[in-house]
Nanobody, 115 residues
């Protein structure tokens, strides 16, 4: 049984930072590509970042140079360090993994960027 649990969201002022974490069970995170998505109110869910099993990463253009996705193999988590946060980063953030053709999502963690 694969389970993903996100944490680390909260309220932050523009320009601030947050670090999100996605704790996985039922899989070894280093064996899979994993993604962060986000969904703002009234918008479709948007892909944000991916970490591949080799540790390389990709990002949507809007977060490049501000967000960094990483993996902690000891804790079996994938993390998203978010710096220089903007109002438009406000969303629920989800992690996702695909295993044997089945997609698993976490429950999400809310990030609110507001002054």
């Amino acid at each position: 049984q694969v389970q993903l649990v996100e944490s680390g969201g909260g309220l932050v002022q523009p320009g601030g930072s947050l670090r999100l974490s996605c704790a996985a069970s039922g899989i070894i995170v280093s064996s899979y590509s994993m993604d962060w998505y986000r969904q703002a109110p009234g918008n479709e869910r948007e892909w944000v970042a991916r970490i591949f099993s080799d540790g390389s990463t990709n990002y949507v253009d809007s977060v490049k140079e501000r967000f960094t996705m990483s993996r902690d193999n000891a804790k079996n988590t994938v993390d998203l360090q978010m710096n220089s946060l903007k109002l438009e980063d406000t969303a629920v953030y989800y992690c996702k993994v695909t295993r044997w053709g089945r997609i698993y999502w976490g429950q999400g963690t809310q990030v609110i960027v507001s002054s």
